[in-house]
C-alpha cells in the first residue's frame, strides 16, 4: 500500500521560530511537492522536487525553504515563522508529470502565535 | 495560465438524493483532469481522472465524471449519496505530460443529510 507520512499531524510554533515539516513517501517516486490549504483558497503549491537536491518554486514560495537530500524524503523549512503562515500543509509523491496520480499525505496543520 | 473554478463552495444534499458538483478549465488545450476527495482530517485521495478516450469516466464507489473539451468542464455526478460522501471534493487540471503542476479549484464541501 502507498504512503506518504507528515512528521507531525498537529504544531503549533512561536512567531519568528524556524520550523521543520518532514515528508516521507515509500514508493520510490521521483516528484514531491508541498502545498498549502486554506479555507476557499484550495491548495497552492509552495514548492516542488523533481530529483534529489533539485527543486523548483510554486505559486506561493515567499517565506519558504525546502531540502531534499534523499529520494524519499522531501523538507518544508519556514525560516522565520509568520502568523500568516498559520495553515494545513499538504505533501504529495508523484512517479511523474502530469498524467500521473498525486499521493497526498494527512496534513500538517500549522498554528503560529 | 491555467485556472480552474469551482462555483459551488458547498453543496448541501439528502441522502439518496442526485448531486453534481461543477467545475470548469481555463483552457482547452490538452490538459489531463482529475477529481481528488478529502474526507475530515485525512488526506486528499485520487477519486477518479481524465487523461484520454472516453469521456466518461467512473469510479469505483459509484462517481462519474464527463470531460466537455467545448464547454471546458468536468462536472462530477452521482445519482444517489450516502452520508459516507460527506467530504470536500477538489477538481484539479495537469497542462498535459510535460507538466508536473496540478492546478486545484478552491473546492467544494458535500454534505449530505439524513
Known amino acids: 500500500d502507498v504512503k506518504v507520512t507528515q512528521s507531525s499531524r498537529y504544531l503549533v510554533k512561536r512567531t519568528g521560530e524556524k520550523v521543520f515539516l518532514e515528508c516521507v513517501q515509500d514508493m520510490d517516486h521521483e516528484n514531491m511537492f508541498w502545498y498549502r490549504q486554506d479555507p476557499g483558497l484550495g491548495l497552492r503549491l509552495i514548492y516542488f522536487s523533481y530529483d534529489v537536491k533539485m527543486k523548483e518554486k510554486g505559486d506561493i514560495p515567499e517565506g519558504y525553504s525546502v531540502s531534499r537530500e534523499k529520494k524519499e524524503r522531501f523538507s518544508l523549512i519556514l525560516e522565520s515563522a509568520s502568523t500568516n503562515q498559520t495553515s494545513m500543509y499538504l505533501c504529495a509523491s508523484s512517479l511523474g508529470g502530469g498524467r500521473y496520480e498525486q499521493y497526498f499525505g494527512p496534513g500538517t496543520r500549522l498554528t503560529v502565535t | 495560465a491555467q485556472s480552474v473554478t469551482q462555483l459551488d463552495s458547498q453543496v448541501p444534499v439528502f441522502e439518496e438524493a442526485p448531486v453534481e458538483l461543477r467545475c470548469n478549465y481555463s483552457?482547452?488545450?490538452?490538459?489531463?483532469l482529475f477529481w481528488y476527495v478529502q474526507y475530515p482530517n485525512q488526506g486528499l485521495q485520487l477519486l477518479l481522472k481524465y487523461l484520454s478516450g472516453s469521456t466518461l469516466v467512473e469510479s469505483i464507489n459509484g462517481f462519474e465524471a464527463e470531460f466537455n473539451k467545448s464547454q471546458t468542464s468536468f462536472h462530477l455526478r452521482k445519482p444517489s449519496v450516502h452520508i459516507s460522501d460527506t467530504a470536500e471534493y477538489f477538481c484539479?487540471?495537469?497542462?498535459?505530460?510535460?507538466?508536473?503542476?496540478?492546478?486545484f479549484g478552491s473546492g467544494t464541501r458535500l454534505l449530505v443529510r439524513p
Open positions: 483552457s482547452s488545450v490538452s490538459v489531463y
Open positions: 484539479a487540471v495537469s497542462d498535459g505530460a510535460s507538466s508536473y503542476k496540478l492546478i
